[in-house]
Every structure is written in C-alpha cells, then in structure tokens.
C-alpha cells in the first residue's frame, strides 16, 4: 500500500498557476504509475492526468490538455501538477492516485482543494 498526501492547492484567480505536490511514502512508489483525479461540488470525480513508473509517458484529459503538466521526481517519492491558465471550471478537490500494475488506481490521497475565481 501507498500513502498519499498532497499539498499546494489553495485560492487563484483566473488565468494564475499552481503546483500541486503528492509525496508518497510506502513500498514501490518508483514502479507505480501515478495519476491526478479532480471532484467539483456535486459531480463524480474524473480523471485529470497520468504518468507511467518512468516518466516518459503522460496521459491528460482534453479539458486540460496544453495547461496541466503532470511531473514525478522518484528520488523524492513525488509526483507534481502543474496547472496554468486556470479557469472558474478547475475549482474541485484535486486527489493523487497510485496505480496497480494492472493499470486501475486503489491508493488515493486526502485531496487538496483548488479554487479558482473569475
């Protein structure tokens, strides 16, 4: 099992920036595919981006595809989110997720809340 425990999130105005940081502590974070989800108020969580163990691959929603950029350091147990150009719609919970190695995530974080004002 891992945990997870993010950091970073907080209150911005539209068009600003914030990184997200998820440390992880527990076996094998270095092999584990990594992915960040996000919940607004009264919708379902939906997957936001991945990264492979390696880092070479990424994977993004088309909603927030060209400003999020998902980033891990494995000598740091960590894994990052970059997010620009933020709009009122990225206001949710954002949660970081590892990943079993059948692909489906079972270890989740506490969540960090991202607002984002017009």
């Known amino acids: 099992q891992v945990e997870l425990v993010e950091s970073g999130g907080g209150l911005v105005q539209a068009g600003g920036s914030l990184r997200l940081s998820c440390a992880a502590s527990g076996r094998a974070f270095s092999s584990r595919d990594m992915g960040w989800f996000r919940q607004a108020p009264g919708k379902v969580r939906e997957f936001v981006a991945r990264?492979?163990?390696?880092?070479?691959?990424?994977y993004y929603a088309d909603s927030v595809k060209g400003r999020f950029t998902i980033s891990r350091d494995n000598a740091k147990n960590t894994v990052y989110l970059q997010m620009n150009s933020l709009k009122p719609e990225d206001t949710a919970v954002y949660y970081c997720?590892?990943?079993?190695?059948?692909?489906?995530?079972?270890?989740w974080g506490q969540g960090t809340q991202v607002t984002v004002s017009s």
């Open positions: 997720a590892a990943a079993l190695p059948s692909g489906s995530f079972n270890s």
């Open positions: 990264i492979n163990w390696s880092g070479e691959r990424t």
